[in-house]
């Protein structure tokens, strides 16, 4: 049996250039936009997602480490880095947060 998964929503709050974003994703998402409104940062926040099962470690370090992840700006521990996500598994809807 192939297993379908894909993400319904996702929230991002101080990572990467997202102070707090949140985005509601279809089958087909296209990435409009100038340079630097974090089009790459959304893929690489989608790809961290990818890496939880398996290597995030890993995958962190090869992409300049914790602080690398950080929004600029965000040094108190209030703001934490925080992604939540929606997604979906065939026709049933999970939901995993912090």
């Known amino acids: 049996m192939i ?3 894909s993400f319904g929503a996702l929230s991002l709050t101080n990572i990467l250039s997202f102070s707090a974003q949140a985005l509601e994703l279809k089958p087909l998402n296209i ?3 100038a340079n630097g409104s974090g089009k790459s940062n959304l893929i690489d926040c989608l790809e ?3 890496a939880l099962p398996n290597d ?5 370090n090869r992409r300049g480490g ?3 992840w950080v929004r600029k700006g965000t040094h ?3 703001h934490a880095v925080r ?3 929606e997604f979906r598994l065939e026709n049933l809807e999970h939901k995993i947060r912090d």
Do not use: K, R
Not at 56 to 60: A, K, N
């Open 3 to 5: 297993i379908s998964c």
């Open 31 to 33: 990435l409009i936009g």
């Open 48 to 50: 961290f997602l990818h």
């Open 56 to 60: 995030l470690g890993g995958f962190i």
């Open 66 to 68: 914790t602080e690398a």
């Open 76 to 78: 108190q521990l209030e």
């Open 83 to 85: 992604i939540a996500c």
